[in-house]
């Protein structure tokens, strides 16, 4: 797993230890020394701990103006046994709804498993960005299976064209604007 590290390509856009709004301000990284672990596992110092011992996040991007936020993860998200759900809905997204963001694509390529329990984060998160929307792209079919046992698919965009390839070559501000078209489309809205 210290292999696995965040999409770098992006930081000459944005880098969250730079953004004064971002839970993740002021971080400074040591990239010759791994310390954080997932189940004993060493992972790349780039990831950032938001609360869980299991899943860890990286924010790719974030545009204020615009409302957009990219997320990646890396790990089990588990909010069986511990609550991943409510460190990141804590943790990361309330500070981000409240510097104007209400659309979040949550790119989950690294993720290996999910360990549901309710579905209550996911609501709140889901009244809480109104106009806004929550997608999911990248995530294992295995995992997107399980969510949906919870009910995850209700309020996170998780189905259909949404998984965008060869979404690294592209600018983010257009991925997340060519995203908004195909889930606007999508709910009907134009």
Known sequence: MHLIRPYERWLQYYDPAYDDLSPFAGKSYDYDRYSDTIYGYFIDPAWDFMGSETL???????????????????GEWNDAINNDIMHLKRNVVDLLLDSGIDKFLLIGESVFNFHGS????????????????????????HTRSEMKKYNIDSYINMEGPIDIIGWRTMYPLILCKNLHQVICKRIGLS
């Open 56 to 74: 860890y996040i990286k924010i790719l991007y974030a545009n204020y103006e615009e409302g957009y936020c990219v997320l990646e993860f890396i």
């Open 118 to 141: 309710d579905d209550c984060y996911y609501e709140e998160w889901f009244e809480e960005v109104e106009d806004g929307w929550i997608a999911m792209m990248g995530f294992q079919e």
